[in-house]
């Protein structure tokens, strides 16, 4: 239920508020476990892939920003949490990617969950913010995906590897559209 401070202003109600900061977190976490496969990368000599993993981290960052902008916005109380520790191990490049694809499938169902407290709180702002995450999340999954697949067909074979860390490695962040 949104609360309303003695200025009268709404204020962002309890409980979507908490599950916003734990979504903060899992943003940062997020960014912290691509940050983790990146390094895994650049030992493996792969500085393509490496590339794409930090660009996704960069994108991770910008996310938990959204959360943390939008709380203040809403007069919440930003209160940061703990993250976890990342993967640091993985067998192949391939793993690496079906980790990831493992890991945003997770963060639907993160996002998904906070749109339905979102909703059962009657917080129609915050069902409005999440929208554009819901979207996000398809991109994610795909993003993700499609290099599963690539390198489910590049296999064992050292020379097309080569060219595919070249192709990701042409990945870079857009600059975020001052609001
Ligand atoms: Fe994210
Ligand atoms: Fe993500």
Known sequence: MARIDKEGITVLGKTVEDSMNEQIKNELFSAYQYLSMAAYCESENLPGFAQWMRSQAQEETVHAMKFYDFVLERNGRVVLRAIDGPLVEFGTPLEVFERALEHEKKV?????????VAAKE??????????????????EEKNAGDVVETLKMVGDKSEALFLLDRELGQRRVEEQPAD
């Open 108 to 116: 639907t169902a993160q996002i998904n969950d906070l749109y339905g």
């Open 122 to 139: 009657n917080d129609y702002a915050s069902q409005t913010f999440l929208q554009w995450f819901v979207t996000e999340q398809v991109e």
